[in-house]
């Protein structure tokens, strides 16, 4: 029997929970958020939708009892506040820092075996801060960014090259962020077939850019950041670790040394299975992506310098 806690109830944590529970991936969800009614009201709507689609998962929705996420596989934390009006950079990371380091030390209370998939933002420094300060083996600590941004990659590619999504292979590595992350589009590939054959280097050149701003570009258009593929990007990551897939994904971890950086949390190529992240995956990067992943790294430690640990 696995089971899986979701913690924050807002639109990407809820819409985790719903690709949990509707897909099957987790015997037991348990969604919980800080505001009273707000998982319970979740959770209601989405078991009205059990007759419908054959749901067999046990869901509980709670308001700030931890003691009901008890024996956890996994974590997913989405907790955090959209930065404010009048609100610096630091403000907002310690903020942020604060309700991150808090629902980690609950979560891991109940479920000290847990592996932890961190979407809160600014995503690659909320990771690193877990890594600082839960004791956890970073095998068991994964940020979920690089996995939203390779699909964002491979559906921009899969409209350039008018193919089924499912066919596109793309890879998004470092800082989960417009200005930070790469898309290796050497990599990418359509069944096999390099993209770089199949077009023009100038279309390639957009579908990279269109990738990087594709979570401003939501925002733009919605109002407020995205929450659909968000939420699916952290269900994958889950189902990768239940089920010990050895699925080849995008995550910020932990690094000791590969692609020439260490400690900080970052966006590479991880195989996810029952332990985590089992291996990080180095690509050979040429010399103008090194460039770019070595400035990835220096924004992101930037960023990090924010925390006070």
């Not at 024996?71 to 604060?98: F, Q, W, Y």
Request: one cysteine or more.
């Amino acid at each position: 029997m696995s089971k899986v806690t979701v913690v924050g109830a807002g639109n990407v944590g809820a819409t985790c929970a719903n690709v949990l529970i509707t897909t099957g991936i987790a015997d037991e969800v348990v969604l919980i958020d800080i505001k009273q009614g707000l998982s319970e009201g979740k959770v209601m709507d989405i078991m009205q939708t059990a007759n419908i689609l054959g749901v067999k998962t046990r869901v509980v929705g709670v308001t700030n009892d931890y003691t009901q996420t008890e024996g956890s596989d996994v974590v997913v934390i989405t907790s955090g506040i959209p930065r404010k009006p009048g609100m610096t950079r630091e403000e907002l990371i310690g903020v942020n820092a604060g309700i991150v380091k808090s629902v980690t030390d609950q979560v891991l209370a109940h479920s000290p075996n847990a592996v932890i998939v961190c979407v809160s933002n600014p995503m690659d420094t909320m990771t690193y801060l877990i890594h600082k300060t839960s004791g956890l083996p970073k095998n068991r600590i994964i940020g979920m960014g690089g996995a939203l941004d390779s699909a964002r990659f491979q559906y921009f590619l899969s409209i350039a090259l008018g193919a089924n999504p499912a066919e596109v292979e793309g890879i998004v590595i470092g800082g989960h962020g417009d200005t930070t992350m790469i898309p290796l589009t050497r990599y990418a590939a359509h069944r096999g077939i390099p993209a770089s054959t199949l077009l023009p280097a100038e279309t390639l050149a957009k579908v990279a850019a269109d990738t990087m701003v594709g979570g401003a570009t939501l925002t733009g258009l919605l109002g407020t950041s995205a929450w659909y593929a968000p939420g699916a990007a952290a269900a994958s990551v889950v189902d990768a670790v239940l089920h010990d897939t050895k699925r080849m994904i995008s995550c910020s971890a932990y690094l000791e040394g590969e692609y020439g950086e260490s400690d900080i949390c970052i966006g590479v190529p991880c195989i996810l299975g029952k332990n985590g992240i089992e291996k990080v995956v180095e690509f050979e990067l040429n010399a103008e992506e090194k460039e770019l992943f070595a400035k990835s790294a220096a924004a992101v430690r930037n960023t990090n310098g924010a925390l006070t640990l």
